[in-house]
């Protein structure tokens, strides 16, 4: 692969490497994993954060505006795809000649340099079994190297640097860019219609996703959801050892003697009709035991020792916005904040709840881009219709504008009881008036409404 051969002399001959949009939350952590390296790093981003000042202290030296003169001087720029040919700074670099990759491919060249590289790929539940395969690894005494796209506390953040040995990395198919990656383990959790603002159709999807096993050297490994048809149509005729997981007799690992206690799984791990390991886990809902198989099968191919597997499934309580406590309002209705944004996050998530002891579910919900909500329109009326009550907050636009003609007040309007409302304070003053003891309010979306949750917690903590 072209890219990995672009970057590294440029890191082992120490020389500038620029990142535009050093703030957001892959690149900083390729940043840092650059500085590491012994790279000699530059960024820039709109404003300073606490990701930036961190990255300040361990040497990169970071402008807070987009300039055409940031980038004189670097060898090699790396941007996202947030950041247009338009942007001055690449301008800039295209006037001096200066090479620009995308953060895919720097990512997929580092990876190139570990004996295994775990891509755990799929619509939803790429961040939570990323950070399930982190904490095996960890427990198993591997000392992986981890890239996982939300706040993972047992290492701090977002990464951790560890030995050429393992390297765990959350794989995301939009714009295809773990296309870019270096997998000798590609998983595949799921795959349903979505990032349809690039994706033609859901075959679009499914080749992204076939391509994506194609990555894997022959002595490599795809890991699949039996249960999930489009990801077996996904893997089919891929040439590589194929471990499925699921809960269909069919499924080489599978879960037996299931018990939930208050929404919590606990069972055992069957492996080609033997015993693996028992499972009892501290994430609540059906979706996070089939995030753990996933699991299991690949520390299966690894041979990772099938008690460390159940120690460090048993030790991960959560990463951030995944079904995260935000505190407890003075009413005494309990305030969690979760991520999901596309229907089937939405409905494992709100089953989890429906698990749980609580005596209502309201649902404070940010749809997150137009194209999704005019896309999936139905499935989100579908999947808001499970709680109690939905409060809909505007939609949060991202990368778009709203050139479909879409609003929360349309899906409020197809919703039972459901409400739109304009801004976050009128939504945080609505669930205080309605809210009470035994309530679970859950604020969800990918966008920023967990801002709301805030507001309400500001009056009682737990």
């Not at 590491?36 to 361990?58: F, H, I, K, M, Y």
Request: net charge negative.
């Amino acid at each position: 692969m072209n890219h990995i051969l672009s970057i590294k002399p440029y890191i082992e001959n120490h020389n500038v490497i620029h990142l535009i949009g050093i703030g957001g939350v892959s690149m900083n952590s390729l940043a840092e994993l650059l500085l590491s390296l012994g790279a000699r790093v530059t960024g820039s981003d709109r404003q300073e954060t606490a990701v930036t000042e961190r990255l300040e202290r361990l040497g990169a030296r970071i402008t807070y505006a987009h300039q055409p003169e940031n980038v004189e001087g670097a060898a090699l720029i790396i941007r996202t795809s947030a950041i247009h040919d338009e942007n001055p700074e690449i301008v800039r670099a295209n006037q001096l000649s200066i090479p620009v990759v995308e953060r895919a491919a720097a990512w997929g060249c580092l990876m190139a340099d570990y004996d295994n590289v775990i891509c755990l790929s799929g619509t939803h539940g790429k961040t939570t079994t990323t950070s399930m395969m982190a904490m095996i690894t960890m427990q198993a005494g591997l000392d992986p190297t981890v890239m996982v796209g939300s706040q993972l506390p047992a290492i701090g953040g977002t990464l951790r640097i560890g030995e050429k040995g393992y390297f765990v990395a959350e794989s995301c198919e939009y714009c295809n860019s773990f296309l870019n990656f270096c997998p000798t383990v590609a998983a595949i959790l799921n795959v349903e219609a979505d990032h349809l603002d690039f994706f033609k159709d859901i075959d679009d999807i499914i080749h992204s996703f076939h391509e994506f096993c194609l990555l894997t050297p022959e002595n490599g490994a795809v890991v699949v959801n039996a249960d999930d048809e489009n990801a077996m149509r996904a893997v089919q005729g891929v040439g590589r050892e194929t471990i499925t997981f699921g809960t269909g007799a069919g499924a080489h690992v599978r879960p037996e003697h299931i018990s939930i206690r208050n929404g919590y799984y606990s069972f055992d791990v069957m492996a080609g009709g033997e015993m693996f390991t028992s499972v009892t886990l501290s994430v609540p809902g059906y979706h996070n035991m089939m995030n753990a198989l996933a699991c299991c099968a690949i520390s299966l191919f690894l041979k990772i020792d099938p008690e460390q597997v159940r120690l460090g499934l048993a030790a991960f309580t959560g990463s951030s916005r995944r079904f995260q406590l935000t505190g407890r309002m003075a009413s005494g209705a309990v305030v969690v904040d979760d991520y999901a944004h596309h229907p089937s996050e939405m409905r494992a998530t709100l089953s989890a709840a429906r698990q749980m002891d609580f005596s209502r579910i309201i649902c404070a919900f940010q749809p997150h881009t137009y194209t999704r909500t005019k896309a999936l329109f139905n499935e989100f009326v579908e999947a808001l219709g499970m709680c109690d009550q939905a409060v809909l907050a505007p939609i949060y636009a991202a990368r778009e504008k709203n050139t479909v003609g879409i609003s929360s007040a349309d899906l409020a309007a197809k919703i039972e009881g459901a409400v739109s409302l304009g801004t976050f304070e009128e939504i945080a003053a609505y669930l205080r008036s309605i809210a009470r003891e035994g309530d679970l309010i859950l604020t969800m979306g990918a966008g920023d409404i967990d801002r709301v949750g805030r507001l309400l917690v500001e009056e009682g903590k737990i």
